[in-house]
């Protein structure tokens, strides 16, 4: 049976780059967190940056290791192994190559983060400005991706963010409602399977195991 493959995005999707990048802005333009709010509006407008301020920003942070210390979005790393144990190849897909010259850090701060949170992957694939790898699913929060995904024909769940409401058609407020969408398209699509008894759920997993050895 040919594999069911779910293209999951990281930014604002597995990884809260918002907080991390908020964080960062603070500090570095000396203003409180709290004037810098919720990003309605695709682009960092909204806290006074604009394209070219935002790009110097974005990679003076992630040359000081912004992606290897980025909060993980709740409930991502269980349920991506609740679908990964349900037979779903997980294809990280995630477009941090976007800066020049930072692509070293980039890249080992990514996988150092997904192994810090235990997040299982098959594959891992950095894209440039092209949204589309081989998968079944995609699930990604950039307004651009999904509907450019949505054009070449692919099917896309829309990761609720408040820059993306008025994207139409699948759409996850949450990990939960990620998970059922994902695992409803499975069984569609390839009669995937539910986790088999007597295996332990959770991202912590390797660790017990580890500790009752
Ligand atoms: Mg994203």
């Excluded at 603070?26 to 006074?48: H, R």
């Excluded at 692509?103 to 589309?132: M, N």
């Excluded at 996850?172 to 399977?193: C, D, P, R, T, Y």
Aim: hydrophobic letters at 40%.
């Amino acid at each position: 049976m040919s594999e069911f493959i779910l293209g999951v995005d990281l930014d604002n999707v597995c990884a809260d780059y918002t907080a991390g990048f908020r964080n960062f802005v603070a500090s570095e333009l000396k203003v409180d967190k709290a004037e810098l709010g919720p990003i309605t509006a695709w682009g960092y407008q909204e806290w006074g940056l604009d394209d070219e301020q935002f790009k110097d920003l974005h990679s003076k942070a992630v040359s000081q290791g912004l992606h290897r210390n980025l909060p993980i979005v709740e409930g991502a790393a269980d349920a991506l192994w609740r679908l990964s144990d349900a037979g779903i190849w997980i294809r990280v897909i995630t477009h941090r190559l976007y800066t020049n010259w930072s692509h070293e850090k980039a890249v080992s701060d990514t996988v150092a983060w997904l192994d810090k949170h235990r997040i299982p992957y098959r594959d891992l694939c950095f894209l440039g400005a092209k949204p589309q790898v081989e998968a079944d699913i995609y699930i990604d929060d950039a307004p651009h991706n999904v509907t450019g995904l949505r054009n070449a024909g692919n099917e896309v769940i829309t990761f609720d963010q408040p820059y993306n409401k008025d994207l139409e058609g699948l759409r996850a407020n949450n990990w939960v409602e990620a998970e059922e969408i994902i695992l409803s398209q499975a069984a569609k699509s390839k009669g995937v399977q539910s986790q088999l008894p007597g295996i332990d759920p959770g991202a912590d997993r390797l660790d017990r195991k580890k500790s009752s050895n």
